[in-house]
């Protein structure tokens, strides 16, 4: 009976282990993982102007923007 108590509590420790794990990713590495997704495919997609580089953090970037939607622009970062 003892050997099935601590099974027991060790099952139980398991599972709140994973479950504050399970939480830890989902509000706060998702959100991060998951823009950084997004930005990049934007940016994948974009039509962008390298003319007039913007440096930024030691980084150089271009002024992007999505076909057929001149009016908002948006920093991609320089490939070239």
Same mark, same amino acid.
């Given at each position: 009976?003892?050997? /099935?108590?601590?099974?027991? #509590?060790?099952?139980? +420790? ?5 479950? +504050?794990? /399970? ?8 959100? +991060?993982? #998951?823009? #950084? ?6 940016? #994948? =997609? /974009?039509?962008?102007? !390298? =003319? ?11 002024? !992007? ?7 908002? =622009?948006?920093?991609? +970062?320089? =490939?070239?």
């Amino acid at each position: 009976m003892k050997e /099935a108590t601590g099974e027991l #509590n060790m099952a139980v +420790i398991v599972t709140i282990s994973i479950g +504050i794990l /399970a939480a830890f990713f989902f509000s706060y590495l998702w959100p +991060i993982i #998951n823009n #950084n997704f997004q930005r990049t495919a934007q940016c #994948n =997609k /974009a039509i962008c102007d !390298c =003319k007039d580089i913007v440096q930024i953090n030691d980084i150089d970037y271009c002024t !992007c923007w999505q076909e057929g939607n001149e009016s908002q =622009k948006f920093n991609c +970062i320089f =490939k070239g």
